[in-house]
């Protein structure tokens, strides 16, 4: 009876030694990871001195500003592409400072335009191209994009207002000076470019 309850207390004792570590290894693991966390959330954290007054700046994830950032790459491309006047070295920069932006897909719809005679017609007529963004639809998983925009064409003669839809991709590429958002357009079409009024302007 007595070898009984000996056995009994062993048993008891050492499935409270076993119960007792394993509930102590939670805690500790608990508390690591909450350690874990706070410091990673400090480390986010610095403070910028602002004539001897401490300022609370926070570290973001670059991911969660990404789908701004490329609706201003588009909304940038496009203006640079399209937005021109009637100046031959005005519109060689622009457009070299838009290829930066783009694949060879760009370069290609500039070559098209170019020997379409659209650029040589800006200068005979004194045009003055405004393009307004109307929006821009992203798909972020897809890295897809679609622009809506107008474009006004200022002639000496007239005032052409023309609807402007294009197409394309996004790729994510190191960041640079001539590509401060790090993206790189690719695929690009134009889906629509047609004119929507085509005003007459007084020449007496």
């Not at 009984?4 to 693991?29: C, P, Q, R, Y």
């Not at 701004?68 to 070299?96: C, N, V, W």
């Not at 994009?145 to 994510?172: A, M, P």
Request: proline share 2%.
């Amino acid at each position: 009876m007595i070898i009984k309850n000996i056995e009994a207390k062993i048993k008891l004792a050492t499935v409270i030694a076993i119960g007792s570590l394993v509930t102590s290894l939670i805690i500790v693991g608990v508390n690591c990871l909450y350690a874990f966390k706070l410091v990673s959330s400090a480390q986010k954290s610095i403070y910028i001195l602002d004539k001897n007054v401490p300022i609370l700046a926070r570290q973001t994830d670059v991911q969660m500003n990404r789908p701004a950032e490329y609706r201003a790459h588009i909304d940038l491309f496009h203006s640079l592409f399209f937005s021109l006047t009637p100046d031959d070295g005005y519109m060689e920069y622009q457009m070299k400072k838009a290829m930066y932006l783009i694949d060879e897909s760009g370069m290609q719809q500039y070559n098209d335009l170019k020997e379409n005679g659209f650029f040589n017609s800006i200068l005979s007529s004194s045009s003055v191209l405004t393009l307004q963004t109307d929006s821009i639809a992203v798909d972020v998983a897809k890295k897809y994009f679609r622009y809506y925009g107008k474009l006004k064409i200022d002639r000496r003669s007239s005032t052409v207002i023309r609807s402007l839809v294009t197409e394309g991709y996004l790729k994510d590429i190191p960041r640079s000076d001539n590509n401060p958002h790090g993206v790189l357009i690719t695929n690009w079409k134009t889906l629509e470019n047609k004119d929507l009024q085509d005003v007459e302007k007084n020449t007496f």
